[in-house]
């Protein structure tokens, strides 16, 4: 039999507060009809004094190891994907990991923005195959309310913070992770990148984009690394139960499900409601549709996304 890393529990965390595009309007000149012509949002969760993106993180692992039925000390690898970690080093997993009670077990941090989860998710597939690890958390969480220009609204109203994680067990059989693909471009940099920086300018920094540009790079690429690995797998568009994309913006979500023929009936959204978490954005929305039943054992799944780098992938999985 095949060993393959199957995920048997998602977990999901959001700070408390939730502010509706009415609100942000009374900060920056936007409006409601604005924000949801063009991107789909109509809220977004901010994080507090004292909600950070390991305390959210470890939050959504929490759930996620309840929904698997598993203690935390029978996690041997945490793999947490994050563009705002608490501290620069040491990795906010390993602040998970103590919040976790674990007292020693892999623990680092990956940085690919939004395709943080994908990059995250194959890297605990890989370990898990070669046994290097059994049990993993793979875990999305951001703060990016701390790295946006409130006086930018092209941007600021884009996006959110909140957690996502996903338990993954080294198991035999036809369910699990079935085939990834990760990609990168940095020729695209200056399209999507923080102006900051502890070696250049030794500040965090601020979110620029470049938002048409960043729409067209997305759809194309999307819709290809969504053809490698249905073709890795064997499988075909038809087969797919239900895609769980990147909550970037609702209108890349409806042009990448036209260039595939699917219908959008099977695409998770949740960014009316979240907003971009970046990284935490597809664990987010796979937690939200396991839990509502939509996503049950035995689907198909793919999960995808592209993020600054430019870096793009995804993964399909037999649940």
């Known amino acids: 039999m095949t060993l393959r ?9 959001l700070p408390v507060r939730r ?33 950070t993106t390991a305390t959210l993180a470890a939050d959504a692992s929490r759930r996620a190891l309840e929904a698997a039925g598993m203690d935390a000390r029978e996690i041997d690898l945490i793999v947490l994907a994050t563009a705002t970690p608490d501290q620069t080093f040491p990795a906010s997993a390993t602040k998970v990991q103590t919040a976790l009670g ?15 989860f994908l990059y995250a998710l194959s890297v605990a597939d890989s370990m898990i195959r070669t046994g290097a690890a059994h049990n993993a958390l793979v875990i999305g969480s951001e703060t990016f309310s701390r790295i946006v220009d409130w006086e930018d609204r092209a941007t600021c109203v884009l996006f959110g913070d909140g957690a996502g994680a996903v ?4 198991e035999e059989g036809e369910a699990g992770i079935l085939a990834s693909s990760l990609h990168a471009d940095g020729r695209y940099n200056q399209l999507l990148y923080v102006d900051g920086g502890p070696s250049t300018t030794g500040t965090v920094g601020k979110v620029r984009m470049k938002g048409s540009e960043v729409f067209r790079h997305a759809v194309t690429n999307l819709a290809s690394v969504m053809g490698e690995v249905l073709a890795a797998a064997g499988l075909t568009t038809a087969d797919i139960d239900w895609v769980v994309p990147h909550q970037a913006n609702a209108r890349i979500l409806d042009a990448t499900a036209r260039k595939l023929g699917l219908p959008p009936e099977k695409v998770i959204v949740t960014v009316d409601r979240h907003a971009n978490t970046s990284a935490a954005s597809v664990p987010l929305a796979l937690d939200v549709a396991v839990r509502d039943g939509r996503i049950k054992i035995g689907d198909i799944i793919v999960l995808e996304a592209m993020g600054g780098g430019f870096t793009w992938g995804a993964s399909i999985a037999r649940m």
């Not at 890393?5 to 965390?13: F, L």
Request: charged share 30%; aromatic share 4%.
């Open 167 to 170: 338990v993954l067990r080294a």
């Open 19 to 51: 502010v509706s595009n009415d609100e942000l309007a009374k900060r920056v000149d936007t409006s409601d009809e604005w924000i949801v012509a063009r991107t789909g949002i109509r809220f977004r969760h901010i994080a507090d004094e004292g909600e």
């Open 5 to 13: 890393a199957r995920i048997v529990g998602t977990g999901s965390a």
């Open 102 to 116: 674990i007292d020693d077990c892999i623990a680092f941090d990956v940085a690919a923005v939004c395709s943080g």
